[in-house]
Every structure is written in C-alpha cells, then in structure tokens.
C-alpha cells in the first residue's frame, strides 16, 4: 500500500520532494496510474497535485496567459481566455482521448508525459510555450522544445516539478488548425497530427506559418525549411502540393502497431497539402477553427 500525499501549498510539495524524491507526481493520474497498473512504473509513494491552487486554472497577465500544469483539459477547454487567443490548443484539447479523459487529465500531465502523440504537444510547439518548472528556493522557466527532450523524457531535475505553462499573446493568426489521423474518428492515439498557425495577405500570399506534426519522430517535429517554402506563395493547393515533399524529409517516423513508419510519412504531408482548403475555407467564411467540422 502506497502513502498519497496531497500538499496544499508550494512549500509542503517542496519539503515532500526533498524527503521522496522518487514519488510519482499527478493531478489527474490519466497516464501514471495506467503505467502503474501495467507495471511500467513502480513509485514507493504518490503526490498529487490537485489541491494546490497554484497549479490550478488560467491567469491573464496581460502580454502572456499562464496555464497551472494541473489544469484539467475541460477546464482548458473553456475558458474564455484561451479560447479567444489560442483557438489551435482548444483544437487539440477537443481531440484528446474521451470526455472523461478531458475532465481528469491535465494540460501538465500532457506534457511531462512527452509523448510524440501528445495532443496538445503540437498547438503549444506552433504557440512558441515556454514552461515553468519550480523547486525549493528557485523557479526556471525553459521553451517548450527545449524541455522535452526524447519520447517520454523531460527535463526534470531532482526536486523539481511542473508549475504551468506560459503562452504569449500574439498578433491575431488568420488560420489556426488543428488535425489528426487515427484508426478510429474518436478516443483514438494520433497516427500523425498537424498544428498549424498562418497568416494570409489580402492579396492571398502567405505572410506566416508554424506548423508542427506529431506521432512522426521522438519528439514533436517542426521544420524551418517546409515554412520559410510557404513565405511568400499563393494559399493554394499546387503551392502545399510542391511543398510536401520537404515535410516528408523532415518527419522521421517509425513502425509500431498502429502504422508503418512509410504511412505515418504520407499522412504528414497529406495533412500539409489539406491545409490548403481548410486555410481557404476559414478565411472565406471567416469561420473560426475552434467551431469548425
């Protein structure tokens, strides 16, 4: 039997990880419990997180917004905040296993989990997120790509634990979209996904793009090459179609039960070249990708 300890303050989290520093840390135990059951994981005790405010919903700092790690994904989901400035995470947050996932797990968990299917992973590479990681006496705060490091490994030093996520205001994205590829339409881990931020002239040139694949190498795959080749074109099919061929030299996929690592390629590129009618379609209708099919 397993001690839980549920601190209420910052300190007492602090003091309990200098005193355990192999604990199992959680809020909404959506992938640590799994592992344990399975026996991939074998903590001596377990701290949750769900009862320190600190960790907890979204604040409005006026340039940037902060997300507590132990934010649940339904709480994410609507705030009014992330959904006005950041409709591509509230895109990949809808996709994220269930409803009963989205109300237990967490945006912190997501992330410490690192894995490359990760479904919010992608909207928060393209959203240039930094996080803020805390121990006794200090807090660091690191980008995002930079604090995942390899498939399932972050950089988490002894002591220390996720605090939250910070998102930065910025000029308002004409698109933002958010897609992934499953063996099924719901509850189903990404094959590939794409995140894409794009901002379109009036005279439809590309003006600028982010975009992020996940579920196509360790970590979440971005590529300079493939969105400086945007800069300047036509939002057209023919322009993402020439372009296709550089994401499939970016992504490095592999083989696993749920594809190839050949298939997994081809999707990358295809969800580029799809993002040439999805991009048209919300700007034509001026429909926000948050509300769209």
Known sequence: MRDVF??????ELWELLEKEPQAG??????????????????????????????????RDDGEEIFIGAATTHSRLMADPSVRRHFPVLIKGASVLGSPPIRHMGTIGGNIVTASPAGDTLPALYVLAADVEIGSAGRTRRVPLRQFITGPGTVDLRQGEALIGVWLKKTSTWEVSHYEKVGRRKAQACAVASMAALVNVSASGKIENARLA????????????????????????????NRVAQLVEEAVSPIDDVRATAEYRRVVASALLVRLASVATHFLHKNVSPVNSP
């Open 6 to 11: 549920l601190p209420r303050a910052r300190e």
């Open 25 to 58: 840390i959680y809020a909404g135990g959506t992938d640590l419990l799994v592992k344990m059951h399975s026996g991939q994981l074998n903590p001596p005790c377990l701290i949750c997180l769900e009862r320190l405010n600190a960790f907890q919903g979204v």
């Open 213 to 240: 694949w996940g579920s196509v190498g360790p970590t979440v795959v971005t590529s300079t090459e493939v969105e400086a080749a945007l800069i300047g074109e036509s939002l057209t099919s023919d322009t993402f």
